[in-house]
């Protein structure tokens, strides 16, 4: 059988093998159903990762790679161009991505009617009727809500990269900062939202300028945690364009600290991923704080 | 979209629906004798939803962040939704005075906290309370709490509105009450139609506020201001 992205057709016909188990299961009381679907997922994802440790959210290994013009690329061949530059930006993106896509479209509509029953039964739970009139949609408009709120998993980097990478010889740092950004608290599903500043160095090449919000929409809308999110984009943007350096702020407030818990109301957590020369310089770092703080 | 699932969610709502009542009947969310069994009942019940809802949307349920969310998250929900434990008897019993004042009262800026009950997505903001004493005045943080009791439900803005206006009537009956909520949905600006800036304010004025245009006047230059 052809495997033309592998992981992603297992996923689908693991889904499939799920879901017909679960239809038979339905019968039976719900906690079996669950369970085996928890197992049979987390057997799924487990296999799917392959090598390297990298799982759903992009874990990675800590290992980040640092910038430097096309070290350790294989294949690719280093000459100028535009032709084997993009196959070079295909090639170190495509090479680089550990990370599988979890999930797709047809996934989202079949987990619709699990999601919209486990939504009933939270209302249940909380001592609401989910009969009354204002309640009657509440799990679905919930369930598609959530899945809304976690479509970065559904979507992969070089989707969204490919094209828009060129070549300019532009050494200056480009910034592009209060990009509105939000996010899932992964500890207590509540949402996070703040604003990402990100600026780089470009190395000869650069990058159509909505793609850093885009980058930024596909790892914050996830169960995430601050500081790795920050991460995510910046180990991104370095891998695809392997530029001399990358800095990304993130300012954020998180609902389960406002909401709930200790209840700050006026609370940010600020973090903040420097690699390459805005590690290195401090001036260059300097410059990058100063201007996306005017 | 909204409309394909639509068509979609009228097919198999009965068929969701036999899911729950079937899990119901199974012995999944029983309704227990004794309350304190009950309420973890219940707790666990919602841990398992949350399970459920996480590996549905293709998350690794046993990854070390993820491990205890089901229970932190619901306890998360219990908490955003205590207000429905809460009366309002229990809170303002000893904490209303006999003072001989009829000038307006304002407590504003109260922050609020509340669920979409639509989207179960929070939305935010704060509220502005103003009453005209009739003999009677009420501990200002009391006007917080009624606030919160009511916002720790599952919501519509203009419900809590009226709740809110509607308790404080009852427990003092002033010559007047008005509140005015302003808002940011999240379930507008996450989602949707993802306007970042939109607020919503809704007011309801009861008795002289309503009655008379230069009352609401003033209350409105006293809270509006920036």
Not at chain 1, 15 to 44: F, I, P, W
Request: hydrophobic share 35%.
């Amino acid at each position: 059988m052809l495997r033309l992205r592998g992981a992603h057709i297992s996923t689908r016909t693991h889904q499939r093998n799920r879901l017909n188990k679960c239809s038979a299961d339905r019968e039976k009381a719900g906690e079996v159903m669950e369970h085996s679907k928890q197992t049979q997922y987390g057997s799924a994802e487990k296999k799917d990762a392959g090598d390297g440790g990298s799982v759903l959210n992009g874990h990675f290994d800590g290992m980040v790679k640092r910038p430097a013009g096309g070290t350790g690329r294989s294949g690719a061949a280093q000459t100028p161009g535009a032709e084997s530059g993009s196959h070079r930006a295909t090639s170190s993106v495509m090479e680089s991505w550990k990370e599988e896509r979890t999930r797709s479209v047809e996934d989202n509509e079949m987990s619709l009617p699990s999601l919209a029953a486990a939504y009933t039964t939270i209302l249940r739970g909380l001592g609401e009727d989910p009969q009354r009139q204002g309640l009657l949609k509440t799990p679905w408009r919930a369930a598609t809500a959530m899945q809304f709120f976690t479509k970065g998993y559904q979507e992969k980097i070089i989707d969204v990269l490919n094209d828009a990478i060129f070549d300019e010889d532009h050494d200056e740092m480009v910034i592009v900062k209060d990009i509105d950004m939000f996010s899932m608290c992964e500890h207590h599903l509540v949402p996070i939202f703040g604003r990402v500043h990100i600026g780089y160095l470009p190395n000869k090449r650069v990058l159509g300028l909505s793609k850093l919000a885009r980058i930024v929409e596909i790892y914050s809308r996830r169960l995430q945690v601050q500081e790795r999110l920050t991460k995510q984009i910046a180990v991104a943007i370095t891998e695809a364009l392997q530029p001399t350096g990358v800095g990304v702020v993130i300012e954020a407030t998180h609902m389960c600290m406002v909401m709930r818990g200790v209840q700050k109301m006026n609370s940010k957590t600020v973090t903040s991923t420097m690699l390459g020369v805005f590690r290195e310089d401090p001036k260059t770092r300097d410059e990058f704080l100063t201007l996306i703080r005017s | 979209m909204e409309s394909h699932h639509a068509s979609e969610m009228n097919g198999v709502v009965t068929e969701y629906l036999k899911m729950c009542i079937e899990s119901k009947h199974n012995g999944l969310c029983r309704e227990e004798d004794s309350k304190d069994t009950a309420g973890s009942n219940k707790l666990s019940c919602i841990e398992r939803a949350y399970s459920t809802i996480l590996s549905e949307l293709g998350e690794d349920v046993d990854r070390e962040g993820l491990l205890r969310t089901p229970l932190r998250a619901a306890k998360a929900m219990q908490f955003l939704t205590k207000g429905y434990k809460e009366t309002t008897q229990d809170i303002l019993n000893d904490a209303i005075f006999d003072e001989n004042h009829e000038e307006m009262v304002i407590v504003k800026d109260i922050e609020l906290f509340s669920l979409c009950e639509h989207h179960l997505v929070p939305f935010f903001g704060k509220a502005h309370i103003a009453y005209l004493p009739n003999k009677k005045v009420v501990g200002l943080s009391k006007l917080a709490r009624i606030v919160e009791i009511y916002s720790r439900r599952l919501q519509v803005q203009e419900r809590l509105t009226k709740q809110i206006a509607s308790a404080i009537t009852e427990a003092l009956e002033p010559a007047g009450v008005a509140v005015v909520i302003e808002a940011v949905h999240m379930c507008m600006v996450m989602r949707g139609v993802q306007k970042m800036n939109a607020s919503t304010v809704t007011s309801v004025m009861l008795g002289r506020f309503d009655e008379d245009p230069k009352t609401r006047k003033d209350f409105l230059a006293l809270t509006m201001k920036k």
